[in-house]
């Protein structure tokens, strides 16, 4: 035996050696009596959410064009009226914050969007994860940020992928620390336990091929939240019928393709999706509030229509509106404390999110515009 096949075969006998071990632990894991629906302070939380901020507003600088745009869903396709109705049969045990009236309707503002950060690689026929974020107005309560003027905003933001790409704060950390790195932050050494597959694995299906619209995917919340006493995780389906119709666009060509097809259709035709909600159980495994790579399960947790969202046909490509778009500002935490986002992960966008928002509005010398008074102003 050669000394390579030597060393490979001595690596084989110590992974083989090492699954077994491995599988017993995360059983064992599984049967811990951890209470899931807690969430888990880390012990160096404020440091990771420095860091985060630092990275945020870092890389916002650093890939700025003619003006500086978002750190995390730079390029919108548009942001478009919509109408939020909560279900009039909505069952009682759901009946908290946007949620608290059956049948009650919300204005709202949707920005649909590529998820690259890089304003000058966001070509809408490239790879990518698509973003869907809502802004409910008008809403009753005192929110955990106030992050609109005007009236109180509940903001609901979704991409087109059931879970983040990585686990933990500390590794979305090292993750942007090493953006110009590629492979180091799945492969950072020759030593197979410090792979990081879960993560690459959910790369691999978040970034897929463009849609054929932005009103075909389903989009998800990736990370818990709170539903009052519940714990959540939400998205959206569509439900608006094409009847076998294939959109104007079939192949995905131009930088702009997905924002000229959503134009063409709501030129003709209204749009609509389901919001709906998973329930988390906590006698199940497999539906932690800290692990950002964790999904729930369908089967254990069915999601649960509580509203439908109506985009009526419209114009929205105006450049009053497109700057408009530019200078809104969305974050999880523009929320009521019923919709509480939960999980390291969404305390860490309690940090981004504000730091990209100020800095770019600041630079740009822009303001966050009134939501509500432009709606009204465009009726």
């Not at 389903?218 to 119709?245: D, E, Q, W």
Request: proline residues 7%; negative net charge; contains cysteine.
């Amino acid at each position: 035996m050669t000394r390579k096949n030597h060393y490979l075969n001595d690596w084989l006998t110590k992974c083989f050696r090492t699954v077994p071990a491995l599988v017993l632990a995360g059983l064992l894991m599984g049967c811990s009596d951890v209470d899931v629906s807690k969430e888990v302070l880390r012990d160096d939380e404020a440091q990771q959410g420095e860091a985060t901020r630092a990275h945020f507003i870092k890389l916002v600088d650093e890939h700025r064009t003619d003006y500086v745009a978002r750190g995390a869903h730079a390029k919108a396709h548009a942001c478009v009226r919509a109408y939020f109705d909560v279900l009039p049969d909505l069952r009682g045990e759901f009946r908290y914050g946007v949620f608290a009236e059956p049948g009650r309707r919300y204005k709202t503002w949707v920005r649909f969007s590529n998820g690259n950060f890089n304003m000058k690689t966001s070509q809408d026929y490239r790879n990518d994860v698509r973003g869907m974020a809502l802004k409910l107005l008008e809403v009753n309560g005192q929110p955990l940020e106030q992050g609109d003027p005007g009236s109180v905003t509940q903001d609901f933001l979704m991409l087109t992928t059931p879970v983040f790409i990585v686990s933990n704060s500390a590794d979305y950390n090292y993750f942007m620390a090493n953006l110009d790195q590629g492979k180091k932050f799945f492969f950072p050494d020759w030593n197979p336990l410090n792979w990081r597959i879960r993560e690459l694995l959910a790369v691999k299906r978040a970034v897929t091929p463009p849609p054929a619209s932005v009103l075909e995917p389903t989009y998800y919340s990736a990370a818990p939240f709170k539903l009052g006493p519940h714990n959540i995780k939400f998205a959206m389906r569509a439900c608006h019928k094409r009847n076998g119709v294939a959109p104007a666009t079939a192949e995905p060509e131009g930088a702009d393709f997905l924002r000229e097809q959503l134009r063409e259709e709501l030129a003709e035709t209204a749009a609509c999706f389901i919001f709906q909600v998973q329930l988390q159980r906590t006698g199940r495994g497999g539906m932690s509030l800290e692990d950002g790579l964790e999904e729930w399960s369908e089967d254990d947790a069915p999601f649960i229509p509580l509203a439908a969202l109506t985009i009526p046909p419209q114009t929205f490509s105006t450049p009053a509106q497109t700057e408009f778009c530019e200078n809104l500002s969305f974050s999880p935490w523009h929320a009521l404390p019923e919709h509480r986002p939960l999980g390291q992960l969404n305390r860490l966008r309690r940090h981004a999110y504000p730091a990209s928002s100020g800095y770019r509005h600041e630079q740009n010398e822009a303001e966050i515009p009134d939501a509500m008074a432009y709606w009204e102003a465009g009726e």
